[in-house]
């Protein structure tokens, strides 16, 4: 299946809804005076300043797989470095004081195994903090997936990329055994959202975009009008708009010194 790619505008629609996890996340890390700072899977970098606008003396880079988020980023300027890279083989020059990935590890296949590799990429007494969605039963997953496996869309999406996660139990057990002190919590969103077809929007620029992508044009057409009725009765209209729960998962480490 050929590598699906990132529409960061797309991406950016709901970018206050989707920045929030991040803000949150980023509060309860403890580093005080970090000298390195880097996001690992940054995204468009609308997040990643944030970074050097906490930590101003750090030296702050983002980290993403795609090509077309990496421009994007590199378009805001400013104090932060940016690079493409693979998030599951990442490897820094010299550990660092935080790593943070933010909504990006549910796209990497067994990254429960990958994270005492991502613990030792940071220096004794640092910080490994994650944020990933929770929300994999709920319609928008299970919609998408349950639509894709009918004919005649199977045949083109069998082995696209899906993303999965655990819960924050899971995550604090591989972790403090590991030696860190982990803060590890759940919180369900209620995101408020308004437009035509707004929970497509949203999960075309995410989950959805590698089933979409993997579809030709005349039958992701097709697609997408049955995707969008079926999620439109999922989640229909009330006087304040369309309600969309999302449940994300948090966790916050410190490495022991």
């Known amino acids: 299946m050929p590598e699906h790619s990132w529409d960061p505008d797309r991406y950016l629609t709901y970018a206050d809804e989707r920045g929030r996890p991040f803000v949150e996340l980023v509060a309860r890390i ?18 990643t300043r944030l970074l050097a606008e906490r930590w101003p003396d750090a030296a702050v880079s983002g980290i993403d797989s795609s090509p ?19 998030v599951a083989s990442w490897v820094p020059a010299e550990p660092v ?15 429960l195994e990958l994270l005492p590799r991502l613990v030792g990429q940071v220096r004794p007494g640092g910080w490994f ?14 919609i998408r997936r349950d639509l894709a496996a009918e004919a005649p869309y199977a045949a083109r999406t069998a082995g696209v990329a899906s993303p999965q996660a655990f819960d924050a139990a899971t995550y ?11 803060d590890a919590w759940e919180t369900t969103y209620l995101h408020v959202l308004h437009g035509p077809d707004p929970v497509f929007t949203w999960v075309s620029g995410t989950a959805a975009g590698p089933t979409l992508q993997a579809l030709e044009p005349d039958m992701r057409a097709s697609y997408e009008e ?15 708009g369309v309600l969309m ?12 010194a």
């Open 226 to 240: 049955e995707f969008k009725l079926r999620l439109a009765i999922a989640y229909p209209a009330s006087a304040a």
């Open 68 to 86: 077309e988020m990496i421009a994007k980023a590199a378009e805001l300027g400013g104090a932060v470095s940016y690079a493409v890279g693979d």
């Open 245 to 256: 729960p999302f449940r994300r998962v948090f966790v916050v480490a410190q490495v022991p």
């Open 97 to 111: 004081d935080v790593l943070i990935s933010n909504a990006t590890l549910q796209w990497i296949p067994g990254h």
């Open 30 to 47: 403890g580093a005080s005076s970090p000298a390195s700072v880097v996001d690992l899977g940054c995204g468009p970098g609308n997040l």
């Open 129 to 142: 903090a994650f944020q990933v969605p929770g929300n994999f039963e709920q319609p928008t997953h299970t």
């Open 172 to 182: 604090l057990a591989v972790l403090a055994a590991l030696g860190c002190t982990v």
